[in-house]
């Protein structure tokens, strides 16, 4: 790959009509790893991938321009990631000269370390809240229901003005009050409007931590189409309670394919304890049991405050919580510092006076250096046409390539009663070997 497109392309970009989401700090490119299916590469994934992560990082270093490399599958996202490992390596200067964090009140690499720590070993839950989805396009909760009192409901300037002095959730009830009567529901109108085809960068780099499990009260299909891109599966609860490996997200405030059920109103709010106890008691495991990654979500939400009393309650009071959370915010506050001292770690992307656009580019390379430390090579080790990215391993690769071969010669290995098929499974599953089918 040569410089000159990457300019042309930039030049594009820069002159297109058509406005970005929000003005990105520097310009975005995004690129696919292509000729690793059926192209010239299929063979040679590994040497493929290493070509493009080297090149395009020299590139967007000469250009001031940030690449999204764009990897389909666990195999293709691991192996760009050993790629950038073999070039930048986990020592701290070098990551901080990979990632280097403008204006951070606080150190963002020790942050990502422990996040990733907690990811490897499956301790970390993500809560995914609606500021995620706001990189999307879709509209903060606030603006979304003074736009439907607008345009839907037909209010006057000085009924909007009223209406932005209540609650949100007061605010949704008079809406869905006013609403009934010109032959809708509030519902079905926030549904259609949060319909959006495209998930954020965010939400990509959320749904490629190796994380199983993930909480959000964002109604939107956004970070399930992000996870289930490269034919993965995914548990919806609580309506979709399949085996999916373990991999599950639970919409606590429900989703647009069931708008009737979507919590919304005030009295959605006050008849969820009776209706969705369950759910709201499986958070709180989580929170005492797991480590929460909280992203997007308002440290000043109601449900927040009630959630984290609640396991408060359940601990008995003890000096707040165990540090059981880190919340990402994009702004420092020190007040929210304060509030939350003794209960979640708060890790703020920016300074106060930083523009909400570096603050949120910030938050998307936080988020991408979590992933980085977080990846290992497991998903590829054993897919011959990565042998490129793991010749530091051969001995190991060698020995599990013949307890391979001997599977595939083990009538056993099929038995799912066995511990030959459970070996086998776990070979395939997670180490990508080429298991073959086993002769009768």
């Not at 932005?164 to 009567?181: G, N």
């Not at 965010?202 to 289930?228: I, M, R």
């Not at 399949?242 to 006050?270: A, N």
Request: glycine letters at 6%.
């Amino acid at each position: 790959m040569r410089p000159a497109p990457v300019k042309m392309a930039i030049e594009e970009a820069k002159s297109r009509n058509v406005n970005p989401i929000y003005n990105w700090p520097l310009p975005r490119l995004a690129v696919n790893i292509v000729g690793s299916d059926h192209g010239g590469g299929s063979q040679k994934k590994g040497h493929l991938v290493r070509g493009l992560v080297h090149t395009l990082s020299d590139l967007a270093n000469e250009h001031g321009v940030d690449i999204v490399l764009v990897a389909f599958g666990a195999k293709s996202y691991a192996a760009a990631q050993r790629a950038r490992r073999q070039r930048i390596e986990v020592g701290d200067e070098n990551l901080r000269l990979a990632w280097p964090f403008e204006n951070a009140p606080v150190d963002l690499l020790a942050a990502a370390r422990e996040l990733a720590h907690q990811a490897i070993n499956s301790h970390l839950v993500l809560f995914v809240g609606a500021g995620v989805s706001m990189g999307a396009g879709l509209q903060p909760w606030k603006d979304l229901l003074r736009d439907v009192a607008a345009t839907e409901a037909m209010f006057t300037d000085h009924a909007l003005e009223q209406l932005a002095k209540r609650d949100p959730r007061d605010q949704a009830t008079i809406l869905e009050r006013r609403l009934e009567s010109l032959a809708t529901t509030l519902k079905t109108v926030v549904a259609r409007r949060l319909e959006k085809p495209c998930y954020a960068l965010a939400h990509g780099l959320l749904a490629s931590l190796p994380s199983k499990e993930a909480v959000t009260t964002n109604f939107d299909e956004l970070f399930e189409t992000a996870w289930t891109t490269g034919n993965r599966s995914l548990a919806i609860l609580p309506d979709s309670a399949v085996d999916t490996g373990g991999r599950w997200l639970l919409k606590l405030h429900g989703s647009v394919t069931e708008s009737h059920k979507m919590i919304l109103t005030r009295s959605d709010y006050l008849d969820m304890p009776r209706q969705y106890g369950a759910l709201i008691g499986l958070v709180q495991g989580l929170l005492m049991m797991r480590h929460m990654m909280f992203v997007g979500y308002s440290l000043q939400d109601e449900d927040f405050h009630e959630l984290i009393h609640e396991v408060r309650v359940a601990q008995g009071y003890k000096d707040g919580l165990k540090l059981r959370g880190t919340v990402l915010t994009l702004q420092e506050d020190e007040l929210d510092r304060d509030l939350w001292r003794q209960d979640l770690v708060i890790v703020p992307m920016s300074k106060p006076r930083v523009s909400l656009e570096v603050a949120s580019r910030q938050l998307e390379m936080f988020l991408d250096l979590v992933g980085y430390l977080s990846a290992t090579s497991a998903a590829f080790f054993l897919d011959e046409t990565y042998d490129e990215l793991s010749k530091d391993e051969t001995i190991l690769r060698d020995a599990l390539n013949q307890l391979v071969e001997h599977l595939d010669g083990d009538p056993k290995s099929r038995e799912d009663d066995t511990v030959a098929y459970k070996v086998r499974h776990f070979l395939r599953e997670e180490l990508g070997a080429d298991v073959k089918d086993v002769p009768n």
